[in-house]
């Protein structure tokens, strides 16, 4: 029931970005991606400063992070128009471990994180993503847009507050002053303005992506005018030069790893559960399937080599992935314009970029924010058996409180719990009379751990006649506690001096009871039904009947 409601209203949670497959590179095209990815750049600077401060680490390294974790991601990555980069997700995490024991303990844990990943793509495990709920999903989504309102906050406070407001952790709501009086006024009214241009400019022309058209705008109002906001420079300079080969300066000792593999686990599978599911979501948009593998590996190659040019690590970034796609980056060229133009920021075009108003960035994400939340599911959670809208609700709910990965790993457990507690309800059995007085449980529901109470508690060995069959035609035998709960309603029945007789095994079940050492086989298949097996259960032994 629920994946059928969620099924249909899936199409209008947010159809404005629901867009067309990769296309062709065509020159109106590579404008289009190399654009795209210039707007990117943009909106990664800030973020990647405020990870950083977060962090605990120069902005450097966050910009090398951004710099390397995306351009390989782009080169090799599962999902072209993705975008990732240094995130707050692992920044959060990565704050102890610089404070305890240097930034140079975080190069080398970013480089095992790395490793790990890898290993995770060889492995092939990305695929247990699609393990992951539509509830879950829809969950993370909207907690996600609110993390990114949330995190936009910082911005609102006084420049000479902002760093310390950003490494005091959270969401940017601790710590630091806030802007009052003109200078408020002035923020809001340029981050409106930037959302107006925004909005406005798709409706006029597709030749510029509408978030850049936003921040040149602004950008030119405020230095035209020279209005006193925030800017970029204010957070902190970002001029350097080219990352540099760099080992990692720790002892190459059993203390040292005991000290970076729980972060680096930690790190790896926060990483890989928020780039698996910004691939899920990206690929929704652009019809696209498949690549998580390649997005493990990718990512673990792209956190090794960061580790080793001075670099915090990295994921995908949703918001930033949202400005591509919003902004029409469908290939690889995107991601690594990004890329590059960041790297050209760092480089030549710091002084340029530190003008940027911040305000012009924080309307931006902003507009993430809108097209990212998915409003239709406020509707849905009342169209939702209550355990999915539940669900959805604690998902959005953990990651605002929490993290991401916490998030899914909890939205996991409890879907798991609430399926498994389903279908342990379900087991029962129509009784009725057979042949030659025999009685017939006619078994209705998956045999497993959560039903294998229930399906024992069904019997009366005292009560039923010498002979008494049980049907899994309708039934699956699915564990071994299924086997053992077979095993136990046999024994009483055996110390009955009944006989009990087993019917319409499908072939895994049979294989399944088989290997477990349960069965004796020595019968043709039931010639009534194909894929069935009649067996007796005599002194506790499955036996063939």
Not at 149 to 161: D, E, R
Not at 258 to 276: F, H, K, M, N, R
Not at 336 to 364: D, R
Request: with cysteine.
């Amino acid at each position: 029931m629920a994946r059928a409601l969620l099924a249909r209203y899936a199409d209008r949670i947010r159809p404005d970005l629901r867009l067309a497959p990769t296309e062709a590179l065509t020159p109106a095209r590579l404008r289009i991606e190399i654009l795209s990815g210039l707007t990117v750049a943009l909106a990664l600077v800030p973020e990647a400063v405020a990870f950083a401060f977060v962090a605990g680490v120069h902005p450097l390294v966050g910009l090398y992070a951004a710099f390397l974790v995306g351009l390989v991601t782009a080169l090799i990555g599962g999902r072209p128009g993705m975008i990732s980069g240094a995130t707050g997700a692992l920044a959060v995490v990565m704050v102890a471990l610089v404070a305890e024991h240097g930034v140079e303990y975080l190069f080398a844990t970013v480089v095992l994180m790395g490793l790990i990943q890898v290993a995770v793509g060889f492995l092939h495990w990305g695929k247990f993503i699609r393990l992951v709920p539509h509830p879950v999903m829809m969950g993370f989504v909207n907690g996600l847009a609110i993390v990114i309102f949330l995190a936009q906050l910082t911005q609102f406070k006084v420049p000479g507050s902002i760093e310390a407001g950003t490494a005091a952790g959270g969401h940017g709501a601790a710590g630091g002053a806030w802007l009052s009086g003109a200078p408020l006024i002035a923020m809001l009214a340029l981050t409106a303005l930037t959302m107006a241009v925004i909005w406005a400019v798709p409706k006029l022309t597709r030749a510029i992506p509408a978030p850049l058209a936003g921040i040149v705008v602004v950008a030119a109002v405020v230095i035209g005018f020279g209005i006193d906001v925030p800017r970029v420079g204010d957070m902190a300079a970002i001029d350097g030069g080219f990352p540099a080969f760099h080992l990692p300066a720790v002892p190459l000792t059993w203390e040292t790893l005991t000290i970076i593999l729980p972060y680096a686990v930690i790190l790896a599978a926060i990483g890989l559960i928020e780039s698996l599911l910004t691939l899920n979501l990206v690929g929704e948009m652009t019809g696209q399937r498949g690549g998580a593998s390649q997005e493990c590996v990718a990512q673990g190659a792209a956190n090794v080599l960061t580790g080793f040019f001075g670099g915090m690590g990295g994921c995908a970034m949703i918001g930033q992935s949202m400005i591509n796609v919003k902004s029409g980056g469908r290939t690889r060229v995107a991601g690594v314009a990004a890329a590059l133009f960041l790297l050209s920021f760092i480089l030549f075009a710091s002084p340029l970029i530190e003008q940027i108003p911040l305000a012009a960035l924080v309307g931006v994400m902003f507009m993430v924010v809108i097209g990212t939340f998915a409003w239709n599911s406020i509707r849905i959670l009342f169209l939702v058996p209550r355990i999915d809208a539940f669900v959805i609700v604690l998902v959005t709910a953990v990651t605002v409180a929490e993290d991401l990965a916490t998030a899914v790993v909890v939205g996991v457990i409890v879907s798991a719990l609430a399926y498994a507690w389903q279908n342990a309800r379900r087991i029962h059995a129509d009784i009725y009379e057979g042949k030659d007085g025999q009685k017939v449980y006619r078994v209705q529901g998956p045999l497993f751990f959560g039903s294998s109470d229930g399906f024992v508690e069904m019997f009366d060995p005292a009560g039923d006649p010498a002979s008494v069959v049980v049907d899994f035609a309708d039934s699956r035998v699915v564990d071994q506690s299924a086997l053992q709960a077979i095993e136990a309603v046999a024994a009483k029945y055996e110390g009955q001096g009944k006989t009990l007789q087993l019917r319409h095994l499908s072939r895994d079940c049979h294989r399944l009871l088989t290997k477990a050492g349960h069965l004796m086989i020595d019968s043709d298949d039931d010639p009534d039904y194909e894929l069935a097996v009649d067996y007796s259960v005599k002194t506790g032994i499955l036996g063939a009947h």
